[in-house]
T-cell receptor, first 113, second 110 residues
Framework: NAGVTQTPKFQVLKTGQSMTLQCAQD?????MSWYRQDPGMGLRLIHY???????DQGEVPNGYNVSRSTTEDFPLRLLSAAPSQTSVYFC????????????FGPGTRLTVL | AQSVSQHNHHVILSEAASLELGCNYS??????LFWYVQYPGQHLQLLLK??????LVRGIKGFEAEFIKSKFSFNLRKPSVHWSDAAEYFC????????FGAGTRLTVKP
């Protein structure tokens, strides 16, 4: 199993550009989530999904869109990038059972100029 | 939503010293609590978790944590740290809507 994969690893955008961060998992996990990590602030939940076709907002959803058309993929879209979205983004997944371990991807480092 | 706070932002210990990292959560009902570790340049890994039952939880690499409901705390402990334990440690609470603390950076001096 590849686990949780994220692409790209690094990305530089200009203010106002749009892009999609990709996340995929091959563990047939129902639950998937996106976090951003900023220095001194830990990880903050952006959006999560408990299954295909179901998404919900987390702590910091503004400026980000998600959709979940398949169990495997959970892309994160920035419609109009802003410098405040410069961060490291992590995707994670686990089974429906909350007692199971949540696995994190390697992260995408995004810089918005 | 639940929240969690970690009071120690940076802890410096000598090798073989004992470790205790503080974590307090805001909600007094049913809680799912976690400790994660992030080694330099790597992604997060689960150290241990608590959902119910024995309040003393043992995880990987010799780490343990104690859930004290009356104090809303879930502190992480290790009797003797090794240089390889240098990392950032995050406490987290929640189920689907998970909240993380700001993290504690551990430096281990030889």
């Amino acid at each position: 199993n590849a686990g949780v994969t994220q692409t790209p690893k690094f990305q530089v955008l200009k203010t106002g550009q749009s892009m999609t961060l990709q996340c995929a998992q091959d563990m047939n996990h129902e639950y998937m989530s996106w976090y951003r990590q900023d220095p001194g602030m830990g990880l903050r939940l952006i959006h999560y999904s408990v299954g295909a076709g179901i998404t919900d907002q987390g702590e910091v959803p503004n400026g980000y869109n998600v959709s979940r058309s398949t169990t495997e993929d959970f892309p994160l879209r920035l419609l109009s990038a802003a410098p405040s979205q410069t961060s490291v983004y992590f995707c994670a997944s686990r089974s429906r059972r909350g007692t199971d371990t949540q696995y994190f991807g390697p992260g995408t480092r995004l810089t918005v100029l | 939503a639940q929240s969690v706070s970690q009071h120690n932002h940076h802890v410096i210990l000598s090798e073989a010293a004992s470790l205790e990292l503080g974590c307090n959560y805001s909600y007094g009902g049913t809680v799912n609590l976690f400790w994660y570790v992030q080694y330099p340049g790597q992604h997060l890994q689960l150290l241990l978790k608590y959902f119910s039952g024995d309040p003393l939880v043992r995880g990987i690499k010799g780490f343990e944590a104690e859930f004290i409901k009356s104090k809303f705390s879930f502190n992480l402990r290790k009797p003797s740290v090794h240089w390889s334990d240098a990392a950032e440690y995050f406490c987290a609470v929640g189920f689907n809507d998970m909240r993380f603390g700001a993290g504690t950076r551990l430096t281990v001096k030889p």
